[in-house]
């Protein structure tokens, strides 16, 4: 059991485009960093300003990873929770320096920002234990067809429907 001292929730920009890797015997990790602003007041002008940057390395696995990689893109204000895990490390010009990896336990946008559509998925089988084998599942940028409707064009993932004419139902992307 993981300890729940260690939990976190944050609240920033995504930095940069999830990266989805697929490990031994189907193991998918999906990685992406976050970049969280502490802003304050300038003392000598009283305007609002960034003070730093903190940035988080945000690791999500198997379906939640697949599911934020299908949709997340860099510069989207998200929320993740997860365990924090302090990580140090050593640059090449032998510096050290520290990082914090969050394993998330639930991605999503933070809706002051933007609207978003949600799509439910179809029931999936767990891999671990299955014998159902790795092409059953969406990975690298290839389409899942398991869905409840007809898929939708790539380039309409995210599209709005203003008009209220959408025909096609959702698109399940891995990437």
């Given at each position: 059991?993981?300890?729940a001292n260690n939990f976190i929730t944050v609240v920033g920009n995504v930095g940069t485009d999830p990266i989805t890797r697929t490990h031994a015997n189907n193991f998918q990790v999906t990685q992406f960093r976050v970049g969280?602003?502490?802003r304050g007041k300038n003392?000598?002008?009283?305007?609002?300003?960034?003070?730093?940057?903190?940035?988080?390395?945000?690791k999500v696995f198997n379906q939640l990873g697949l599911n934020a990689a299908a949709s997340i893109r860099k510069g989207q204000r998200v929320f993740v929770g997860g365990y924090a895990k302090i990580d140090q490390f050593t640059r090449e010009d032998g510096s050290t320096g520290m990082g914090i990896d969050i394993e998330?336990?639930?991605?999503?946008?933070?809706?002051?920002?933007g609207t978003a559509e949600f799509y439910r998925l179809p029931h999936?089988?767990?891999?671990?234990?299955?014998?159902?084998?790795?092409?059953?599942?969406?990975?690298?940028?290839?389409?899942?067809?398991?869905?409840?409707?007809?898929?939708?064009?790539?380039?309409?993932?995210?599209?709005?429907?203003?008009?209220?004419?959408?025909?096609?139902?959702?698109?399940?992307?891995?990437?």
């Open positions: 059991m993981r300890d969280t602003d502490n003392a000598e002008t009283g305007e609002w300003e960034n003070k730093s940057t903190n940035w988080y390395t945000i998330a336990q639930f991605v999503g946008h933070d809706l002051k920002f999936l089988p767990m891999r671990a234990g299955t014998e159902a084998p790795a092409s059953d599942f969406a990975v690298d940028g290839e389409e899942f067809d398991g869905g409840d409707g007809p898929d939708r064009g790539a380039g309409d993932v995210g599209a709005s429907d203003r008009d209220g004419d959408r025909d096609a139902g959702p698109s399940y992307l891995a990437g």
